[in-house]
């Protein structure tokens, strides 16, 4: 099974790996985080290392070009992909489809998808005004 690990410069990657064990997944099985430290590249190729099972890792990063994407890139190969710019749609998609094969572009569209300007979605009373 393919080995997912979220990584971040601050706490979203253990937020986002809480959420899913809380709400969606008791025991997700080769899924991971890691946040940036002092020892970041050390720890990200243990991680890697933990998670990969043969099926090769993917490493969803909160945004290019910061410092945990940026490690992580040097360590891209066939078996290590990552895609950034992560959101929950985007982890719980991959947790569910990653048996059936890897497709990076149904991920990045799961992570698009996620992204809903509710208003145009919800018919609100023209009258119903929201102030600050």
Not at 21 to 38: R, T, V
Not at 67 to 96: C, E, I, Q, T, W
Not at 102 to 129: C, S, W, Y
Request: proline letters at 3%; hydrophobic letters at 40%; zero cysteines.
């Amino acid at each position: 099974m393919t080995g997912i690990l979220l990584v971040s410069k601050g706490p979203l990657a253990r937020g986002m790996y809480e959420s899913v064990k809380e709400e969606y997944f008791q025991n997700p099985q080769q899924f991971d985080y890691l946040i940036y430290s002092d020892s970041y590249r050390k720890d990200l190729m243990k991680k890697i290392n933990e998670l990969n099972d043969g099926h090769g890792v993917i490493i969803l990063s909160d945004m290019m070009g910061e410092a945990p994407s940026n490690y992580a890139s040097l360590l891209l190969d066939k078996g290590v992909h990552m895609v950034s710019g992560m959101n929950l749609s985007m982890v719980l998609f991959l947790l569910r489809n990653r048996e059936n094969g890897i497709d990076f572009e149904k991920i990045t569209q799961a992570g698009k998808d996620g992204i809903v300007h509710m208003n145009q979605i919800l018919v609100l009373e023209p009258d119903v005004r929201y102030e600050s």
